[in-house]
C-alpha cells in the first residue's frame, strides 16, 4: 500500500490509529525514506516520537472529527478495535477510519481463534462474561493483574472485545478481509481497502 501511495504522490502520509513509533521497527527504515513516509501516531495521550517521520495527535479513534476527510493517504490500525467498546463504538471507529484516508489497513485478533490474545488463556473469551470476571478477580491473566474489585474485573474483562468474520465483514463493507493464519486456524482478521 505504501508502494501503491507513493508511486501516486510521491509520498505517503500515513495516520496510525493506537500505533507505537516502535510498531514500525518491522519496516525497514530507509523504505519509509525512501517512499517520503510520514507516520501520524494517533492516541489518547500525545507520545514521544522521533522526527521527521513520526509526529504524535491525540484523540479518539470513534471521533475524529478534528481530522479533515482523506487528510491522509492511509489510515493504518493494528489490534485497536477491539478496545473501543460496543457495537456502536466499534460502527464509529470503522466509519473515521474510512474517512480520513481512501485506503486503510486494519487487523484485529479473531474471536475464533482458541487463544485469547489479551488474557493469554485458551477460550477465555468463549466463557460467559461472570466466568470470566471471577476469573480475572483470582488471577493475574495475561497483560493484565488479578482485579480487586468486581468494578474493575467487570471494567478489564469488557476492554477486549473480538471480532469474528461476519462483524468485520459488516464494520469494513468496502475492504478485502484477509486471514492471518497460524496452523489451521485464523489468528487474524485484516481489512484492506486499495
Not at 99 to 121: C, S
Amino acid at each position: 500500500l505504501i508502494q501503491i501511495v507513493f508511486r501516486e504522490k510521491g509520498r505517503c502520509r500515513i495516520i496510525d490509529i493506537g500505533g507505537t513509533e516502535l510498531y514500525w521497527k518491522i519496516i525497514d527504515s530507509h523504505f519509509l525514506q525512501e517512499n517520503a513516509v510520514s507516520i501520524t501516531l494517533l492516541n489518547l495521550q500525545k507520545v514521544n516520537v522521533n522526527p521527521p517521520i513520526f509526529t504524535s495527535d491525540i484523540g479518539d479513534a470513534c471521533d475524529l472529527r478534528h481530522i479533515a476527510t482523506n487528510s491522509y493517504d492511509l489510515a493504518h490500525s493494528n489490534s485497536v478495535i477491539e478496545h473501543v467498546g460496543d457495537c456502536r463504538r466499534m460502527e464509529q471507529f470503522a466509519s473515521e477510519v474510512a474517512r480520513v484516508a481512501n485506503r486503510y489497513y486494519v487487523q484485529t485478533p479473531n474471536f475464533w481463534f482458541p487463544l485469547e490474545p489479551h488474557f493469554g488463556v485458551f477460550f477465555f473469551h468463549w466463557l460467559p462474561e461472570p466466568v470470566r470476571v471471577s476469573l480475572q478477580l483470582r488471577y493475574n491473566l495475561g497483560e493484565f493483574q488479578r482485579s480487586h474489585s468486581v468494578g474493575d474485573a467487570v471494567r478489564t474483562v469488557q476492554s477486549a472485545r473480538l471480532v469474528d468474520m461476519k462483524m468485520f465483514r459488516y464494520l469494513f463493507p468496502d475492504a478485502e478481509i484477509r486471514k492471518e493464519k497460524l496452523a489451521f486456524f485464523t489468528k487474524s482478521l485484516i481489512a484492506i481497502r486499495k
